[in-house]
């Protein structure tokens, strides 16, 4: 008897072995959800004229002249004069638009720009950001901040209207 079912079951799994056994070789999932979310693109404008350091008088030794972002002036090496006139100088100040609270990052000069007149220049350097009271996040009405800097005065710094150009950039973080 042992025999006989020693024989039935090889015999039994000789039969399955050469079976086409059809294994499962896909799936399939059905009905997946896509999605896709638009928001305000985000933009960027100068609010004023810009960054204006004023009308200096410069000394025979070389100065600097720094526009803070809260739009005050100072030489903080007292080496170049200043005539004081109401409006004469002032941070830059920018707006940003986009999706209301959403964060940005702020990219400013990291190299030097020169303010040209003529063949005469002067450098601008350390250029500094305030951001208002909601950091970098994008209020309803926007956000507002200014942009100071440090302008290089040589000394007997030749006489004319110098100007330059630098980028400020707004990215969604």
């Known amino acids: 008897m042992k ?6 079951t090889s015999l039994f799994v000789f039969v399955v072995a050469l079976q086409n056994v059809n294994a499962q070789t896909e799936g399939t999932a059905k009905d997946v959800q896509a999605t896709a979310k638009i928001i ?3 933009t960027i404008s100068l609010e004023n004229d ?9 000394s025979g030794t070389n100065g600097t002249v720094v526009i803070t972002p809260a739009g005050e002036r100072n030489s903080e090496d007292g080496k170049v004069g200043f005539i004081e006139q109401e409006g004469d100088f002032s941070a830059a100040s920018f707006k940003v638009k986009g ?3 959403a964060s940005f990052s702020l990219t400013l000069p990291d190299e030097t720009v020169q303010l040209k007149s003529g063949t005469n220049t002067m450098d601008v350097t350390e250029f500094n950001a305030s951001i208002g ?5 994008i209020g309803s009405d926007g956000t507002g901040f200014k942009v100071g800097a440090t302008l290089s005065v ?3 710094q030749e006489a004319g ?3 330059g150009k630098f980028d400020v950039t707004v990215a969604y973080e």
């Open 154 to 156: 040589a000394g007997n």
């Open 3 to 8: 025999k006989l079912v020693f024989l039935f």
């Open 50 to 58: 810009g960054l204006n350091f004023g009308t200096l008088v410069p």
């Open 40 to 42: 305000t693109p985000i």
């Open 99 to 101: 999706q209301t609270d």
């Open 133 to 137: 009271d909601d950091g970098n996040k």
């Open 161 to 163: 209207t110098y100007s």
